[in-house]
């Protein structure tokens, strides 16, 4: 035969081959006119990952764009410079003011009391007659802000959160205390355009002028205060502002400020948001992967129901490879439309959040659409699919046309080819790769895909095991307990899906209740116990005997410690910038903005010496410093590398003599840094002390102590342990709400994959049912039959759930956040109890409707 010959031979091949794929993707897409039955839960699993993967980052993009917009309004200006513990110098100001119109406000945590001796913590904020440059301040009533603050004999006017008002059971018109100073609450606020600049606060915000504050007594030299000095600038903001810093920095570059662009106002909150998204994301491919097996389900009962068209199909010549394509397109369609109902809905949620809650939303949300986050959304859910969907898919193809036919009776369990588990393995790893690559700590989404492979191949093998047991297990005498546990090992059983949909779901919310828990415990119980009283800010040195007589005057009632302070940012190590510094994530922290020091001759309390030696009282050399553990290791220094460390104006270079562990969890007075003594000789600074009252202190003893304190010392600050620890424990309890919320789409799709197998399962189940009937069961003892099997798999999908999720909440509470681990019993046991009833009631309600089936129609379709 002639190269022609050939040729004109392979023309009606090639055309034939295409005649032949045309005529297959015919067939598919008429398939489908048919409507979606069996792929609702394919189609709704689908949708509910993309969703939250598209709505998490969706309102993650509009918070950032929405900070964005008005960075000029949270930072306070174009520009911003920060400063602790002192004023800018009168060339530093000059400086600053000279750059552009200049806004000065200071901050610090102050007393408000009641002249009937009610007290409470707050947010003191001082500004000038330029603030705000930027955004307006919003009162009630409406007022000049000027005349609001304006001073009315020998009290100064106040404008105050409304929580305070609250809090001290006050109206507006009334009078308070803050040390020195009468306040008069003339207004509450509704708006502080800056109020996110300054990260979460400890109290209600009490808004007044720079002369109520200079009034007060409060300002001391080393009192904890920040002052911040706004800027608006002319011509372009950013390109001004770089200009600013750099000119800044230049001249004074041992000024320890820190600067803000309007572009970076509010970094903490930037953080936040990211680790939140990042979070929320990997809650959404947890929901994806719960999915995913209902995608697998779905898949592999579609083929099922599909049996005699794929023995006709391959009866009329139709190749293994094309009856795969075939429904693999198929199957990719039916994941396009639960993937873009999911978008729909993820790019719609902030727009439905800014319509629902845009008034009252504390966060500046600008919701648009961004196309390449529910790009990134649809490509996690298209990767899933193809996971997932893959290897069923891939079985279809060398399952010869007799063995299609007795599928029904006697299931073909063989492998698929290689190159379907290769597409199987390539696409989760695509997924795998997606996922950390798109993360904002990689480290943590990589401990996420390990622990995800590693829970799903687990899971895979309780299933397998307890199959195992089922097949092993001693001939029952009960019929009913016979075919319950035969059931449980059947082949096309139900006991794979069950325990891997229902255990990863347990896994999830087991974790998050023992996070919750343990961090709910540690706040509301273990620490309260151990905790100090009060903590005492800004003791002058020169008045610390006289307060320490104070405290001591009370006898025995209350124990006492105090120590200086200092407040300094540290700004290189072994001579590399700070911000050149490679860092370890769970230590950034300490690079962030300021941090609490002081200098010590002996070890402080809570403290252990684990790497060096201490360098005793009668030390007068060099300064050395005390470096907290995992600091160290975070920044990677050693002893006798070097930090260097801005305080008050002044970078301090010391040696590491040595490193510490600390106990943080006893919340006294403990530092990352401490330094020998000498190192800040004349520097001015104040001192902090705790109180501890022995048996706790009851309301009567905290109250004498705060008023003999405010009437003595009225620039000392009083922490109550207590307020404090109950505002933290409402920000956890906030966050926990939030968390669980996003889980719960989760464990919906966990129940959506339950009741769907159960679902798919229903004509073997209608089967099963008429067979038996017809042989002489009783609906009883089918129901009774059913129940033990969905209690059984129940049990062991639960259990496994509670002891993975037990065992990743210790690690997260005990391993990350240096926590006591305590095991949360009951939540655990009631989510187990809650799983059990929701399996049992998925299965029965479809087992019901099988039961009711007539045999004599059933037998005849056979």
Not at 275 to 297: E, I, S
Not at 347 to 356: D, E, K, Q, S
Not at 364 to 392: C, E, K, N, R
Not at 723 to 737: F, K, M, S, T
Request: charged share 15%; aromatic share 6%.
């Amino acid at each position: 035969m002639t190269a022609a010959d050939a040729t004109v031979d392979a023309a009606p091949t090639r055309s034939g081959t295409v005649a032949r794929w045309r005529t297959l993707l015919r067939i598919a897409t008429r398939d489908l006119r048919g409507g979606l039955a069996g792929f609702s839960v394919f189609i709704a699993c689908m949708a509910l990952g993309v969703m939250t993967i598209a709505g998490v980052g969706s309102i993650s993009r509009s918070l950032s764009e929405g900070i964005a917009q008005q960075g000029r309004a949270i930072l306070g200006g174009d520009i911003s410079f920060n400063l602790v513990q002192r004023e800018a110098s009168p060339d530093e100001r000059a400086f600053i003011a000279a750059s552009g119109d200049l806004s000065v406000a200071a901050a610090m945590r102050a007393l408000a009391r009641t002249p009937d001796g009610k007290s409470t913590l707050v947010e003191l904020k001082a500004v000038d007659a330029a603030y705000p440059l930027y955004g307006q301040v919003e009162t009630d009533p409406p007022a000049p802000l000027a005349a609001l603050l304006a001073r009315d004999g020998d009290a100064y006017g106040a404008v105050v959160d409304p929580l305070l008002l609250a809090r001290l059971g006050l109206e507006r018109g009334a009078r308070v205390t803050v040390g020195s100073a009468t306040l008069v609450l003339n207004g509450s606020m509704v708006r502080e355009p800056d109020r996110l600049a300054g990260g979460v606060g400890f109290g209600p915000r009490v808004l007044v002028s720079e002369d109520a504050l200079r009034a007060s007594g409060l300002l001391q030299p080393g009192s904890l205060v920040r002052w911040l000095y706004r800027v608006r600038l002319a011509g372009d903001p950013i390109a001004a502002s770089e200009a600013v810093e750099t000119a800044a920095n230049k001249r004074f570059p041992s000024a320890g400020w820190e600067v803000r662009a309007s572009g970076n106002a509010s970094p903490a909150l930037e953080r936040n948001i990211d680790r939140f998204t990042q979070f929320l994301t990997l809650v959404g491919l947890t929901a994806l992967l719960v999915g995913g097996v209902g995608v697998a389900n779905s898949t592999r009962h579609y083929l099922d129901r599909k049996r005699d068209t794929i023995a006709t199909l391959k009866s009329l010549g139709a190749t293994g490879g094309q009856v795969v394509g075939l429904y693999f397109a198929q199957i990719l369609l039916l994941a396009a439309i639960g993937g873009g109902i999911g978008l729909l809905l993820g790019a719609a949620l902030p727009f439905a959040i800014a319509g629902a809650l845009g008034a009252v939303l504390p966060l500046p949300l600008a919701p648009t659409l961004h196309l390449d986050v529910l790009a990134l959304s649809l490509l996690y859910g298209l990767l899933t699919a193809i996971a997932f969907a893959a290897w069923p898919l891939g079985r279809a193809h060398d399952v010869p046309v007799s063995a299609l036919f007795r599928d029904a009776v006697t299931p073909d369990q063989r492998r698929p080819r290689r190159r379907y588990m290769v597409a199987t393995a390539l696409a989760a790893s695509a997924l795998a790769a997606l996922a950390i690559g798109a993360s904002y700590d990689r480290r943590i989404a990589l401990a996420f895909v390990g622990s995800a492979v590693a829970v799903l191949l687990l899971l895979r093998l309780v299933a397998t095991a307890v199959m195992a047991a089922a097949r092993r297990a001693p001939r029952a005498r009960s019929a009913v307990l016979r075919l319950a546990v035969a059931n449980i090992h059947r082949p096309a059983a139900l006991t794979p899906t069950v325990v891997i949909s229902l255990g990863l779901g347990m896994a999830l919310l087991v974790t998050i209740l023992q996070v919750d828990g343990n961090l709910r415990h540690q706040l509301t119980a273990t620490l309260p116990e151990r905790a100090p009283s009060f903590f005492f800010l800004d003791i002058p040195t020169r008045d610390g005997d006289r307060f320490d007589a104070l405290v001591k005057a009370r006898g025995e009632v209350a124990t006492l410690e105090r120590v200086p302070m200092l407040r300094g940012r540290i700004v290189a190590a072994n001579g590399v910038k700070a911000e050149d510094l490679k860092i370890r994530p769970d230590a950034a922290w300490a690079m962030t903005g300021d941090r609490g020091i002081t200098y010590a001759g002996t070890v402080p309390a809570g403290s252990r010496v684990v790497e060096g030696t201490w360098w005793g009282e009668d030390y007068r050399g060099p300064p050395l410093l005390s470096l907290e553990k995992r600091i160290a290791e975070g920044i990677g220094l050693k002893l006798g590398d070097t930090l260097t460390v801005n305080v008050l104006g002044r970078d301090i270079t010391a040696r590491i003599g040595n490193i510490r562990t600390v106990d943080w969890q006893s919340l006294g007075i403990n530092f990352v840094l401490v330094f020998s003594p000498g190192a800040f000789a004349g520097a001015p600074h104040t001192d902090i002390a705790t109180v501890t009252f022995r048996d706790g202190g009851t309301p009567a003893e905290e109250a004498a102590l705060l008023n003999a304190v405010a009437q003595g010392f009225p620039a000392i600050t009083p922490v109550p342990v207590k307020d404090a620890l109950g505002e933290v424990a409402r920000v956890v309890g906030n966050l926990a709400r939030a968390v669980q919320g996003a889980s719960g789409i989760t464990l919906l799709s966990a129940v959506l994959v339950l009741a769907g197998a159960l679902a798919a399962g229903h004509r073997h189940r209608v089967y099963d049912a008429v067979v038996l009937k017809t042989l002489g069961a009783t609906r009883r003892q089918l129901v009774g039959a059913y129940l033990i099997e969905y209690l059984l798999i129940g049990a062991a999908a639960v259990v496994f759930g509670m002891l993975a999720g037990s065992i990743a909440g210790w690690r997260i509470v005990a391993g990350l956040m240096n926590l006591p681990f305590v095991w949360q019993a009951v939540p655990a046991l009631m989510a187990a109890l809650g799983a059990l009833a929701v399996t049992v009631a998925c299965g029965l309600v479809g087992t019901v409707a099988a039961l009711g089936r007539k045999p004599a129609g059933v037998l005849r379709a056979l």
